[in-house]
């Protein structure tokens, strides 16, 4: 097994890599004029890529944060008044439960990680099916052909963050709150951008995506189908949160039969609100 302090490098490093291929497709948008009600904030696509931009910067200073707490857990300098046991230090890494050893940076982490999965995975999701089944229509020749960037910027908007995420998701332990918040807080910011899109309507005359003018001529459709967009979007939210939550158990589990020392029912109960 890899000490944790070593993994927490390693973490970090991967944090800064994606950090790093995000905000610079972002600096081009931002280089590039696009003299229009809205500009690239347009398009989910662009509102996805910012949202996954900001997580991994936050991320990679939390990585920061944690490191240095670990590295003075493991000098026993955590504060010049005390220096711990060898007891006293396992106790307050193994046997805390998950809630004391978390810190309130990493809860903030956690909360915004749930806006960028269904983000991430729903965009290249979408992008890449509509590519592969559908390589005429307009939207997808619009961003492969007049794309700015070319292909390299299509494949970072839509590719990167689609994998960034999900590498993310298994590289990372989360710990989720109450189901019904942050489900309603995805269906938010889904609804928010909804919203947008009828202001940009409103201002320019003109939908964002061709398939919004055949929805808005027929209501009876339209608020079905955008009902369904939100809810699909808490849908993708809930999977990742399964998803994560199976993973480490398999995780913590094999860790807890390679070292019976540490049979915390802390460590390995797993932080999920209802």
């Not at 890899?2 to 972002?26: K, Q, R």
């Not at 944060?65 to 007891?87: C, G, M, Q």
């Not at 970072?156 to 109450?178: A, D, N, P, S, Y």
């Amino acid at each position: 097994e890899v000490p944790y302090t070593i993994m927490s490098h390693w973490i970090a490093v991967v944090h800064w890599l994606f950090f790093a291929v995000d905000l610079v497709g972002l600096v081009f948008l931002y280089c590039y004029p696009h003299d229009v009600f809205g500009w690239h904030y347009q398009y989910l696509t662009i509102w996805g890529l910012t949202t996954q931009t900001i997580y991994f910067g936050f991320a990679f200073l939390v990585d920061l944060v944690h490191i240095h707490r670990e590295i003075d857990l493991d000098y026993k300098h955590v504060s010049p008044a005390h220096n711990y046991t060898e007891d006293e230090l396992k106790a307050l890494l193994y046997d805390a439960p998950p809630q004391a050893r978390r810190s309130r940076l990493e809860t903030h982490k956690d909360r915004l990680f749930t806006l960028c999965f269904p983000l991430g995975t729903l965009i290249g999701v979408f992008f890449w099916t509509l590519v592969w089944t559908d390589p005429t229509h307009d939207g997808v020749q619009e961003q492969l052909v007049n794309s700015p960037g070319g292909f390299p910027l299509v494949f970072q908007q839509h590719g990167t963050t689609l994998i960034f995420i999900w590498v993310e998701l298994f590289m990372t332990q989360h710990f989720f709150g109450k189901k019904r918040w942050e489900a309603l807080i995805v269906a938010l910011y889904a609804t928010i951008y909804i919203v947008w899109n009828v202001i940009i309507h409103a201002v320019t005359g003109d939908w964002v995506y061709p398939f919004q003018g055949p929805l808005a001529a027929n209501l009876a459709v339209g608020i079905p189908v955008y009902a369904g967009m939100v809810l699909l979007a808490s849908g993708v939210y809930l999977l990742g949160r399964v998803l994560n939550h199976f993973w480490w158990r398999f995780r913590w589990n094999r860790f807890k039969k390679n070292h019976p020392l540490h049979q915390s029912s802390y460590l390995f109960a797993p932080l999920d609100q209802n």
